[in-house]
């Protein structure tokens, strides 16, 4: 059963406008929520953050935001640049999942230059 | 980059035969993960270990098995290789617990079964 899920398996942006990557949980108890990109034959790369105390995190071109009520969050990429061309993985883990972060399946993401 | 290495980086071999994949790591980290990742299923917690000779299993923990002798070497072993057990094998590290700052992960093993 999977506990995080990302829905789309895939996204195109042209570069310059913004990337916009949903992921939706089912665990009420999930506090701390992350991002990963990762490239083709390298390991997932941490890029970005946010506890469940905030709904909203920044970190130069990435936003993460946060709805609880909603079992929702997503990653704004500001402006997209053909690097951020990625697969993103969203991850949770809450006080009832000990030292487990559940990840989602994934969105491969391609700027178009 | 955080020094983890997983070795080998890719390995074919047969159906029943045991299979020992090694993580290391320079960074003197407490913690450490084997994940696997596989298609509609994201990455998948194994095993993890929290020190020395301490180890716990994570998600999808049955026919892996797992031995941290030192500090820097998290060793993962498949007892008798299935074919389901086919994937990109992810070794990680963290310094502490703290889940705001996540994980540093290795370049990946990709084990076929066959």
């Known amino acids: 059963d999977q506990q995080v899920k990302q829905n789309s398996p895939s996204l195109s942006v042209q570069e310059g406008r913004i990337s916009i990557l949903n992921c939706d949980y089912t665990?009420?108890?999930?506090?701390?929520f992350l991002w990963y990109k990762k490239y083709p034959a390298e390991g997932p790369t941490f890029l970005i953050s946010?506890?469940?105390?905030?709904d909203k995190n920044e970190d130069g071109r990435f936003t993460v935001f946060l709805n609880k009520s909603a079992k929702h969050l997503s990653l704004h990429i500001v402006p997209s640049q053909p690097g951020d061309s990625a697969v993103y993985f969203c991850?949770?883990?809450?006080?009832?999942?000990?030292?487990?972060?559940?990840f989602g399946t994934g969105t491969s993401l391609t700027v178009i230059p | 980059d955080a020094g983890i290495t997983q070795s080998p980086r890719h390995k074919v071999t047969e159906t029943g035969t045991p299979v020992t994949l090694r993580c290391h790591q320079t960074?003197?980290?407490?913690?450490m993960y084997w994940y696997r990742q596989d298609p509609g299923h994201g990455l998948r917690l194994i095993h993890y270990?929290?020190?020395?000779?301490?180890?716990d299993k994570g998600e999808v923990s049955d026919g892996y098995s797992v031995s941290r002798s030192k500090t820097e070497d998290f060793l993962l072993t498949l007892e008798s290789a299935t074919s389901s057990q086919t994937s990109v094998y992810f070794c990680?590290?963290?310094?502490?617990?703290?889940?705001?700052?996540?994980?540093?992960f290795g370049s990946g093993t990709r084990l076929t079964v066959v």
């Open positions: 990680a590290i963290s310094e502490s617990l703290d889940r705001v700052s996540g994980y540093t």
């Open positions: 665990n009420s108890m999930f506090d701390y």
């Open positions: 946010i506890s469940s105390i905030k």
């Open positions: 991850a949770a883990s809450g006080m009832n999942t000990g030292n487990q972060f559940y």
């Open positions: 960074e003197n980290h407490r913690y």
């Open positions: 270990s929290y020190g020395v000779k301490d180890t």
